[in-house]
């Protein structure tokens, strides 16, 4: 265990400071944060089919102040005609070209050998998944029921602010690498293209808009053996403070250190369980700069210290889950020519059938059923696939397949492959929406290890929190959270 040091004391006396001056929209004493209890109560993690989102303790219009929820919802027409600018197209104009005898409606596994177009629709990973719940893996389903494809959007400010900047952001005509001097706000690429086309699309990542600029959330993930035994339980509570490219209040940078530091993201997260986890709590401080390493603590309740995470240790896996801290949302590994580098490259343009949980109705039968997702709407979606091949021979993985969503920009899968270049762990993100305030927000999610025989899925929520400061992803947290 590495002691902590003079610097970490004094990176907690400016963490203080930062606290203290943080700017604000609205006053905390407005806010009431959804509980882990209240988060529970309105759901139940294994056969509950209420949806989760509409209930009176989660739906937004019900929990937000009045004044909070009419300035962070838009005109839904205004919201769809700016986006589509920026993409240059709107997704239910562009499918229905691969297998058009597949239409909406509800389909069963027994139907795969009379529909061979659903296999032409479908990854591998989700085809061999559509049949009844059983061992090795959780989150198999039996059957499907295909909706009318969406249009999806982003919020005014974003869609906005991408429209403003757009054509601004450089990339270095060597490397590929972002010239991060000249990005603002908003999305990157919207209409990526060019010889570093998988590039574009994979800072369209990086750059993401998942939520709000200031965010609190829930997660419960729950993790079975090969045998389909639940094997652990975790629960989690944080917040995310994007600190460049706001399109909210605070504009820009979110203060002056960030702007000082060039600083992208600050994160903690806290974990409730399992038992021995009890008290520990993440902090992150992002940097968009390829070269320049990502601050990483871990405070450890039970020792009642921290611990300044190294390189190496971002490899680690995380505790009850079949991920990496580098796998964070899928994939959160940056681009660089020394911090484990790798090289991008474009594989297809596809149409899908992708999952969505909007309402929160999707859910999971217990174990003794064979853990199947149920409720889950499917829809047909144009997707990019890149390939990230890595260069750094001690890194985990020998290369990542992402799939994103060309509409949302979003990463929906990643395959990930280990040095003998075999399937080693995948993760999925299930879109959920919320159509008022063009905003993509925490649903479920799966993660499987292809070697181990493990899979792990959460369910997740989000709130905006634009009175939120430093206090909440700093060192003064970490202790004040721990203790």
């Known amino acids: 265990m590495k002691k902590v040091t003079v610097f ?32 529970q109560k309105n759901k139940a993690f294994y056969d509950d089919p209420r949806p989760l989102y509409l209930s009176d ?64 629709l479908m990854s591998e990973y989700h085809y061999n998944r559509f049949i009844p719940g059983g061992p090795p893996f959780a989150g198999n389903f039996p059957e499907i029921k295909i909706v009318p494809t969406k249009q999806y959007y982003y919020a005014l400010p974003i869609a906005q602010s991408t429209k403003k900047h757009m054509g601004q952001t450089q990339l270095d005509d060597k490397t590929g690498l972002i010239k991060e001097e000249t990005y603002s706000a908003g999305y990157p690429f919207p209409k990526p293209e060019g010889r570093f086309k998988a590039n574009q699309i994979y800072y369209n ?42 399109v909210m209040k605070p504009y820009g940078f979110f203060d002056d250190r960030a702007k000082a530091e060039v600083e992208d993201r600050g994160i903690s997260v806290s974990y409730i369980s399992p038992r021995d986890m009890y008290g520990n709590v993440i902090s992150q401080i992002l940097y968009p ?61 596809l149409e899908m059938l992708l999952p969505t949980n909007h309402t929160g109705s999707a859910y999971l039968t217990s174990p003794s059923k064979g853990v199947e997702f149920h409720n889950l709407e499917w829809e047909r979606r144009p997707v990019y696939v890149i390939k990230m091949i890595q260069l750094d021979k001690n890194f985990v993985y020998s290369y990542r397949n992402l799939y994103l ?16 270049n075999r399937l080693y762990r995948t993760y999925e993100s299930i879109l959920t929406f919320d159509f008022d305030m063009g905003m993509p927000v925490m649903g479920c999610t799966l993660a499987m290890d292809h070697i181990d025989l493990h899979s792990v899925s959460g369910k997740g929520f989000t709130m905006p929190t634009p009175w939120v400061g430093r206090e909440k992803v700093g060192l003064e947290y970490l202790f004040k959270k721990g203790k």
């Not at 997704?91 to 009379?114: F, H, L, M, R």
């Not at 796998?327 to 991008?344: V, Y």
């Not at 969503?405 to 040095?419: C, G, I, Q, S």
Request: aromatic share 12%; net charge neutral; hydrophobic share 40%.
């Open 405 to 420: 969503d060309k509409e949302t920009l979003l990463l929906v899968f990643a395959e990930n492959y280990d040095k003998r």
């Open 289 to 349: 700069e390829p070269d320049k390493w990502d601050q990483m603590m871990l405070y450890i309740g039970n020792l009642r210290r921290v611990r300044i995470m190294s390189s190496t240790d971002v490899q680690d896996s995380v505790g009850g889950a079949d991920l990496i801290y580098l796998d964070n949302d899928g994939c959160s590994q940056k681009l660089s020519d020394t911090i484990f580098p790798s090289k991008m490259e474009m594989v297809a343009e």
């Open 57 to 120: 303790a989660i739906n937004y219009k019900k929990i937000l102040p009045p004044e909070v929820y009419a300035e962070l919802t838009y005109d839904v027409e205004a919201m769809k005609k700016v986006w589509a600018e920026n993409t240059g197209f709107r997704a239910p104009d562009v499918v229905g070209k691969i297998a058009p005898e597949i239409k909406p409606g509800t389909y069963s596994y027994k139907d795969k050998d009379k529909y061979p177009g659903l296999k032409a």
């Open 205 to 246: 990542w990086l750059k993401r808009y998942c939520g709000w600029d200031s965010r609190y959330f829930i997660a419960e993930t729950h993790g079975w053996t090969g045998s389909l035994r639940e094997d652990s339980i975790s629960i989690n509570t944080g917040w995310i403070l994007r600190l460049k490219g706001r």
């Open 8 to 39: 970490v004391i004094c990176i907690w006396a400016v963490t203080l400071a930062w606290a203290i001056t943080a700017p604000t929209l609205w006053a905390a004493e407005e806010f009431s944060l959804v509980t882990v209890k209240a988060f």
